[in-house]
């Protein structure tokens, strides 16, 4: 019988060392994966938030809400585009930058409440009715690309630095405005009462208290008016001011004059820094002139928004922070020295 040749171990190692070899490698390859998935969701993680940056920057800071009066939404690029011009029709005022901010914010909700209170008035407020408006204020007819109309609209979005949409929102509210105006002017009628009243102007209560004594115990109260009154104009005509409708009195002296009749001394009343005792010389109809009647419905408009304001107090929100009038601020030129 043949004797069988005995096996060494050496194949056997060489399948060991082989199998760890392959092992090894499966795990370098794993490592590196994982490396790579590492690096990958780094990248994305990146892109992501360099992403996110350009969509806030862009889309997200911009449309967030900086004013929302009921329904009526502001954008903080909306503000931004009416900042730089209502920067520039302000510049004479003396105020600071911070304090013309925050008017332009107020008087966007005064736009809104205008807006609404035209609409409850039934104005006509449409595109059409808007283009028109526009129209009329540049003094052309309403016309297409090429028309007199579109170069001078194209002008005026030039020099104001607004796009369409902005500046026809913003001619949209002074459509309203205007409407309502006419509409108040003509429930106010062309006259109405006035009252002619004489006045002592003086600078502290306990003066006028003394000049109310004086003429209750007889004085000639014209005669005090030329002497005593700090009112250089009416002084000159024995006290008596020019006559206005009640409305157009100061409050205070409005409201004390309030269902008075014809010969009624009143005071002293504080108006403003000084002092009123006055009396009310007649109340006769008479017509209103150009600027009274401009005031009067100023007034009225003014009274309307108030209580309109108070009425949606509860859906009136304000969100403009430090970082929005930053953002807003980048992208108008603001003045020297601002």
Same mark, same amino acid.
């Given at each position: 019988?043949?004797?069988?040749?005995?096996?060494?171990?050496?194949?056997?190692?060489?399948?060991?060392?082989?199998?760890?070899?392959?092992?090894?490698?499966?795990?370098?390859?794993?490592?590196?994966?994982?490396?790579?998935?590492?690096?990958?969701?780094?990248?994305?993680?990146?892109?992501?938030?360099?992403?996110?940056?350009?969509?806030?920057?862009?889309?997200?800071?911009?449309?967030?809400?900086?004013?929302?009066?009921?329904?009526?939404?502001?954008?903080? =690029?909306?503000?931004?585009?009416?900042?730089?011009?209502?920067?520039?029709?302000?510049?004479?005022?003396?105020?600071?930058?911070?304090?013309?901010?925050?008017?332009?914010?107020?008087?966007?909700?005064?736009?809104?409440?205008?807006?609404?209170?035209?609409?409850?008035?039934?104005?006509?407020?449409?595109? /059409?009715?808007?283009?028109?408006?526009?129209?009329?204020?540049?003094?052309?007819?309403?016309?297409?690309? $090429?028309?007199?109309?579109?170069?001078?609209?194209?002008?005026?979005?030039?020099?104001?630095?607004?796009?369409?949409?902005?500046?026809?929102?913003?001619?949209?509210?002074?459509?309203?405005?205007?409407?309502?105006?006419?509409?108040?002017?003509?429930?106010? $009628?062309?006259?109405?009462?006035?009252?002619?009243?004489?006045?002592?102007?003086?600078?502290?209560?306990?003066?006028?208290?003394?000049? =109310?004594?004086?003429?209750?115990?007889?004085?000639?109260?014209?005669?005090?008016?030329?002497?005593?009154?700090?009112?250089?104009?009416?002084?000159?005509?024995?006290?008596?001011?020019? !006559?206005? !409708?009640?409305?157009?009195?100061?409050?205070?002296?409005?409201?004390?004059?309030?269902?008075?009749?014809?010969?009624?001394?009143? $005071?002293?009343?504080?108006?403003?820094?000084?002092?009123?005792?006055?009396?009310?010389?007649?109340?006769?109809?008479?017509?209103?002139?150009?600027? /009274?009647?401009?005031?009067?419905?100023?007034?009225?408009?003014?009274?309307?928004?108030?209580?309109?304001?108070?009425?949606?107090?509860? =859906?009136?929100?304000?969100?403009?922070?430090?970082?929005?009038?930053?953002?807003?601020?980048?992208?108008?030129?603001?003045?020297?020295?601002?």
């Amino acid at each position: 019988m043949a004797r069988r040749e005995r096996t060494t171990a050496l194949p056997r190692a060489r399948q060991r060392a082989a199998a760890h070899q392959t092992r090894r490698t499966l795990g370098e390859r794993r490592l590196q994966l994982g490396v790579i998935g590492v690096a990958v969701v780094l990248l994305l993680a990146v892109l992501g938030a360099f992403a996110y940056r350009v969509y806030d920057t862009r889309v997200g800071i911009p449309q967030s809400t900086v004013l929302q009066v009921a329904d009526e939404k502001f954008s903080l =690029r909306y503000y931004a585009d009416r900042l730089g011009p209502f920067i520039q029709a302000n510049l004479s005022s003396g105020q600071s930058l911070a304090i013309i901010e925050e008017r332009l914010l107020t008087k966007l909700e005064e736009e809104a409440l205008t807006l609404i209170l035209a609409r409850e008035a039934g104005v006509d407020l449409s595109d /059409q009715a808007v283009l028109q408006f526009i129209a009329d204020q540049l003094g052309v007819p309403v016309g297409g690309s $090429g028309t007199s109309f579109d170069t001078l609209y194209r002008n005026q979005l030039r020099t104001l630095g607004i796009d369409d949409g902005t500046y026809k929102r913003m001619k949209q509210a002074e459509l309203a405005d205007a409407r309502l105006m006419d509409l108040i002017k003509e429930e106010i $009628g062309t006259s109405g009462d006035q009252y002619t009243v004489r006045v002592v102007l003086v600078g502290d209560q306990e003066t006028a208290a003394g000049i =109310r004594g004086r003429i209750e115990a007889g004085e000639d109260m014209g005669t005090i008016a030329q002497v005593e009154s700090l009112d250089l104009e009416s002084r000159q005509n024995d006290g008596i001011l020019p !006559p206005e !409708p009640l409305p157009l009195f100061p409050e205070s002296a409005r409201e004390a004059m309030e269902g008075a009749a014809v010969g009624t001394l009143l $005071g002293p009343v504080q108006v403003g820094d000084n002092w009123w005792v006055f009396r009310i010389e007649a109340i006769e109809e008479r017509d209103y002139s150009d600027a /009274q009647a401009q005031q009067l419905a100023d007034k009225e408009l003014a009274d309307r928004i108030t209580a309109k304001r108070a009425e949606l107090a509860g =859906r009136i929100r304000r969100s403009l922070d430090a970082d929005d009038i930053e953002w807003a601020e980048e992208r108008v030129s603001l003045p020297e020295g601002s």
